[in-house]
């Protein structure tokens, strides 16, 4: 079930149960409410995982292309130093 279905349900559960007057109407409402509340906080946290997976994944390919190029370089040094080794 996507989120905006879910949205729509609990508002129309809640619109439905409004105008009700009786105790187990009234938990009902409450339930519906807490369901909506508690919904918008997990979409929240979602989000916020989701941002972090994508710092994440842009440190992970920094690190990989630093690594690549110190790797680059220590071959660079090392093929001079036995040039320099082969001259001497």
Do not use: H, W
Not at 1 to 6: C, G, I, K, N, S
Not at 10 to 27: C, I, M, Y
Not at 68 to 76: I, L, M, P, S, V
């Amino acid at each position: 079930m996507d989120e905006a279905r879910l949205a729509d349900e609990l508002n129309e559960l809640v619109k439905q149960f409004g105008g009700a007057s009786d105790p187990t109407s009234k938990r009902l409402e409450v339930l519906a409410k807490k369901a909506e509340v508690n919904q918008k906080e997990l979409q929240a946290s979602v989000d916020c995982l989701r941002e972090s997976l994508d710092y994440l994944r842009v440190c992970i390919k920094y690190l990989l292309l630093d690594i690549e190029a110190t790797r680059r370089e220590n071959d660079y040094l090392q093929k001079l130093l036995k040039d320099k080794d082969r001259e001497e």
